[in-house]
Nanobody, 115 residues
């Protein structure tokens, strides 16, 4: 059974950092491109970053480029998102999935950026 479990969210002040993780199981994680998404209240879900199966050629949305870094550990089936220089507009629930959204969504992890 496919399972995506996001963790690492929390409350952080503007300018702060957080590291999110997504534990994946039930599919061939090491052969799958993976992405991070977020959804803010009242807004559509937004694709933030994508990493191919080999970990190279990452891609980022303009809204997070230069501040967020996606990475993966194929031995542990873990997807990560290092978030630096956080802004209030980064407040959202963060999710992982394939870039084509082929898996059931996990519960997400809430990130709140506020002073």
């Amino acid at each position: 059974q496919v399972q995506l479990v996001e963790s690492g969210g929390g409350l952080v002040e503007p300018g702060g950092s957080l590291r999110l993780s997504c534990a994946a199981s039930g599919f061939t994680f090491g052969m799958s491109s993976m992405s991070w998404f977020r959804q803010a209240p009242g807004k559509d879900r937004e694709l933030l970053a994508t990493i191919p199966s080999d970990g190279f050629a990452t891609e980022y949305a303009d809204s997070v480029k230069g501040r967020f870094t996606i990475s993966r550990d194929n031995d542990k089936n873990i997807l990560n998102l290092q978030m630096n220089s956080l802004k209030p507009e980064d407040t959202a629930v963060y999710y992982c999935n394939t870039p084509w959204i082929t898996l059931s969504w996990g519960q997400g992890t809430q990130v709140t950026v506020s002073s």
